[in-house]
C-alpha cells in the first residue's frame, strides 16, 4: 500500500513553533490558534500588528509570529487605535482578558467601539483575574468563589456581571459584535468563524468587530480541566449567552446580507 503523507492537520504558520506557559486545560492556546488560522486566511500574517494586553495572554508576542506591541493595563484599545491611525493598511487587533478590558479599561474598550475604531477585539472572558491569582472580575458569575470573593459573588454587593457583547452591540460605531465558547468541537468551530469574520469586517474597512470567547481558568476557578469545561455549558453560558449580537451583513441593508 502507498504511504500517503499529506499532513491533514497543520500549525498555523502565523503562530511559532514554541511551547506556551499556560496552565493545563487553559483555553488560551485554542483561542491563539483561531485568532492565527484567521490571520492565515486572509494571509495578512506579513501586515497584522497584535496589541498584547496584561494578564495571561500577555506573552502573545512569544507565540505569534506576527509584529506585536504591548499596553499598559487596559490601554490596548487606546494603543490600538494609535497604531491603526498611523499605519491604517495594516490589520490590527487586541487580545484581552476581562479584567484588563471590562475593569481596568472600561474606559478605552467603550470608546474605542463607539468611535467605530477600524480594529478588532478578542476579548477572552474566563470571569476572574487568571494571571494575579483569580481575584473577582466584572464577569464573575453571580455566587462564584473567588480570592477576593471567597463566600461567592454577592451581586447586592458587587452588582451583576457585565455583558460586554451586548452592551457594546449598543453603540453606533461596532460593527460586528460575537459571543463564542470554545468547550466543544463545534463551538470551536463556531468560534473560528466569528473570528475570521471579525477580522473580515476590519479588513474590508467596516469598522469596529468584537468577539467574545468564554474560555476556562481551571487552576483558579480550583478545578480539574475537565470540570472547568464543563462549567462553560453548565454556568457561563447560560449567563453569557452564545450569539451574533451585531453583524453589519444582517443588519445593513444592500451591504450583503446573507
Ligand atoms: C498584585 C498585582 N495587582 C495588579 C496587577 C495588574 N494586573 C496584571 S495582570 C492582571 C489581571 C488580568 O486579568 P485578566 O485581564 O482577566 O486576564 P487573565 O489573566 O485572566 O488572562 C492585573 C490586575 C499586577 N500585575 N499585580
Not at 494586553?53 to 508576542?61: D, K
Not at 453606533?172 to 468547550?183: L, M, P, Q
Request: aromatic letters at 8%.
Amino acid at each position: 500500500m502507498t504511504k500517503v503523507d499529506t499532513p491533514v492537520f497543520t500549525a498555523p504558520r502565523s503562530l511559532k513553533k514554541v511551547v506556551t506557559h499556560f496552565c493545563p486545560g487553559c483555553q488560551h492556546g485554542t483561542v491563539h490558534r483561531l485568532v492565527a488560522e484567521a490571520l492565515d486566511h486572509f494571509a495578512v500574517q506579513a501586515r497584522t500588528i497584535g496589541v498584547a494586553s496584561v494578564g495571561c495572554s500577555v506573552f502573545l508576542y512569544e507565540y505569534f509570529d506576527i509584529d506585536v506591541v504591548e499596553a499598559p493595563h487596559g490601554r490596548a484599545p487606546a494603543v490600538a487605535t494609535g497604531v491603526k491611525r498611523a499605519l491604517p493598511d495594516r490589520i490590527v487587533f487586541t487580545y484581552q482578558g476581562d479584567g484588563d478590558l471590562a475593569a481596568i479599561g472600561t474606559s478605552e474598550i467603550i470608546h474605542a467601539a463607539n468611535r467605530g475604531e477600524g480594529m478588532t477585539v478578542i476579548f477572552v472572558n474566563n470571569s476572574t483575574y487568571g494571571m494575579t491569582g483569580g481575584q473577582m472580575a466584572p464577569t464573575t458569575l453571580p455566587g462564584q468563589k473567588t480570592s477576593t470573593s471567597p463566600y461567592g459573588r454577592d451581586i447586592a454587593n458587587d452588582g451583576r456581571p457585565i455583558r460586554m457583547a451586548e452592551l457594546l452591540t449598543q453603540l453606533d460605531g461596532t460593527s460586528y459584535s460575537a459571543r463564542v465558547a470554545v468547550n466543544t468541537p463545534r463551538n470551536v468551530l463556531a468560534a473560528g468563524k466569528a473570528v475570521r469574520k471579525a477580522f473580515q469586517t476590519q479588513i474590508e474597512g467596516r469598522g469596529f468587530s468584537f468577539v467574545e470567547i468564554l474560555s476556562t481558568c481551571p487552576t483558579n476557578w480550583g478545578v480539574s480541566p475537565l470540570e472547568a469545561n464543563e462549567r462553560i455549558a453548565t454556568e457561563m453560558i447560560p449567563c453569557f449567552p452564545l450569539g451574533t449580537f451585531k453583524d453589519w451583513a444582517l443588519d445593513a441593508p444592500g451591504t450583503g446580507a446573507k
